[in-house]
């Protein structure tokens, strides 16, 4: 049973487009949910990250908006660019002393030029 | 700083050999994490570590996966012996104390069994 769902393995867009990747959770209890970037052959990254008391985090063009009572989030990239092509990771975890913290499977983002 | 070390980038073995990887995590964290990534599976935790004691030994990756913390700055995973669906990439992460802080990932390391 998967706790965090990410609906789409791959998405392709063009360049400048907004690319918006879904991801959707079981467990109330999370209260942490930060994306992960991952080039190929290197290790995942922190790209952004939210706060379940917040609904909406922007750094730059990416963007995250979260419903608490719906159970889901998107990441957004706005004007996506062919260095964002990568693999985005949706996790979560609760509380400030869990150290775990629950990756979905990723969805592959393609920015064609 | 230098971020998450791991070693080798890439190992083959053959079946029923044993292996070690092996990780430097940040200075100063106190939580350490190995995952197996695949694509089938996404990232799966096998072991974690808070301040160098095993919270976590990956419940169904226990029999024949071994991870240790030698020192606050250095990590081993064991594996013994290899069977050919061990293939897959293996992470290390480190984080400052717990799920709410940012993990960093170190290079991984590609395993293939023969």
């Known amino acids: 049973q998967q706790q965090v769902r990410q609906s789409s393995q791959s998405l392709t867009v063009w360049e400048g487009e907004t690319a918006i990747l879904n991801c959707s959770y079981e467990n109330s209890a999370f209260d942490y949910f930060p994306w992960y970037q991952q080039f190929p052959g290197e290790g995942p990254a922190l790209l952004i990250a939210i706060r379940s008391v917040s609904d909406k985090k922007e750094d730059g063009r990416f963007t995250i908006f979260f419903n608490k009572r719906e159970k889901n989030l998107s990441l957004h990239i706005k004007d996506s660019q062919p260095g964002d092509s990568a693999t985005y990771f949706c996790a979560a975890s609760a509380g400030t002393n869990a150290y775990k913290v629950i990756f979905g499977k990723g969805t592959h983002l393609h920015v064609l030029p | 700083d230098a971020g998450v070390t791991q070693t080798p980038r890439h190992e083959v073995a053959e079946k029923g050999q044993t292996i070690i990887l092996k990780c430097e995590p940040v200075?100063?964290?106190?939580?350490l994490f190995w995952y197996r990534q695949t694509k089938i599976q996404g990232l799966e935790l096998l072991s974690y570590?808070?301040?160098?004691?095993?919270?976590?030994d990956g419940g169904a990756f226990k029999d024949r996966f071994k991870a240790e913390m030698l020192n606050s700055s250095f990590s081993t995973l064991k594996i013994q012996p290899t069977e050919p669906k061990d293939s897959a990439v293996y992470l290390c992460a480190s984080s400052l104390y717990g799920g709410s802080y940012e993990q960093y990932f170190g290079p991984g390391t590609r395993l293939t069994v023969l």
């Open positions: 570590f808070r301040s160098k004691s095993l919270m976590e």
């Open positions: 200075s100063g964290h106190n939580d």
